[in-house]
């Protein structure tokens, strides 16, 4: 298209420069946006920063939480310690109790058998004192014994 008359132009350039300023103004929009993100972003990290110098600390690790890691991790530690120790005495005492027990079990049964064995040995004794005094002491040889008493008649004959 031509342009006739320098109006014209100005109309033209007018158009162009409308959109074009339309154009950086959306741009400036998002640009703010993306500033404003950013600007959210940084005074957060601002904030951040100040809570952190104000806590007393030379240094900007944070050797408190550290510490308190380490104490409840010890703490812990111990917890568990004295649990496994606890179990282990029960243990212990569990054992010497089943071993007394068991020494208590063993005791009684050799005792049983003892008894048993002088219970027998009692009735045996008084068995052989029961056969001593069935046997009659005469005076007589030993080599007399299981024979029959000879008479006269028969003491002659010899």
Known sequence: RFLVCPSDVDVEVSSIKAKVFHALD?????????ISKRDLEVVNLMREGLARVS???LTMFN???TKLARIAALTARETADELLLNVFKNC????KLFKSLDDQRIESERLAQETERIAQEAVMLSQEDVLMLDYSEDG???SDKGKAPMEADQL???
């Open 26 to 34: 959306l741009v400036g929009k998002d640009i703010k946006a993306v």
């Open 55 to 57: 806590r007393k600390r």
């Open 63 to 65: 050797h408190e939480e």
């Open 92 to 95: 212990w005492v569990d054992s």
């Open 140 to 142: 007589g040889s030993s």
């Open 156 to 158: 002659s004959v010899l």
